[in-house]
Nanobody
């Protein structure tokens, strides 16, 4: 069993920065890849960034050059550094983890989400 808890959301002005954290607990040794997703008002949930157990990352085109995903395996924590924030970044941000449950299969878990509001 793995639990994910996001933190760090809040209100920020356009051009500002925030750092989101995702703390994992439970059977953290089963975690492989992790990622951040977001859901804006009236929109579908979309991928923001992913990071593998080895540290390789990928980003949505809309956040490339502005956001940085990272993870500290010793602390069982993943981060999303968000710079140059735009109103379009306003959304609930969710932490996701892919768990290795067998040599051929995986499961995924989600956090409850943290709200990021970018507005002047």
């Amino acid at each position: 069993q793995v639990q994910l808890v996001e933190s760090g959301g809040g209100l920020v002005q356009p051009g500002g920065s925030l750092r989101l954290s995702c703390a994992a607990s439970g059977r953290t040794f089963t975690i492989n890849a992790m990622g951040w997703y977001r859901q804006a008002p009236g929109q579908e949930r979309e991928l923001v960034a992913t990071i593998t157990s080895g540290g390789s990352s990928n980003y949505a085109d809309s956040v490339k050059g502005r956001f940085t995903i990272s993870r500290d395996n010793a602390k069982n924590t993943m981060y999303l550094q968000m710079n140059s924030l735009k109103p379009e970044d306003t959304a609930v941000y969710y932490c996701n983890a892919v768990l290795v449950v067998s040599i051929e299969g995986t499961l995924e878990v989600w956090g409850q989400g943290t709200l990021v509001t970018v507005s002047s």
